[in-house]
């Protein structure tokens, strides 16, 4: 089954980021962008079930709490 994709553009968050424990003293302010695969949607069938939906709270959740929960040393290693 192919995906359909969605994506978010410039999500701001904010993670200590940095080559040195000066870098990572604080955090910094990052744009994040997404782009994620999901089913493709079938307004018929799928009418009114949210199970089927993207919860973007939830996901914006998710996000703040991947670049808050542990200091990262490259950029690279943020993108996971």
Do not use: M, Y
């Not at 069938?45 to 808050?68: D, I, M, P, Y």
């Not at 929960?69 to 490259?74: A, N, T, V």
């Amino acid at each position: 089954q192919s995906l359909d994709f969605v994506e978010l553009k410039e999500i701001l968050v904010h993670a200590k980021i940095g080559c040195s424990e000066a870098e990572r003293a604080f955090p910094q302010r990052l744009n994040v962008s997404l782009r994620i695969g999901i089913p493709p949607w079938d307004l018929e069938t799928q009418r009114g079930k949210l199970e089927q939906t993207v919860c973007w709270e939830s996901l914006l959740a998710s996000v703040n709490k991947l670049a808050t929960g542990e200091e990262w040393i490259l950029l690279e290693d943020f993108d996971t």
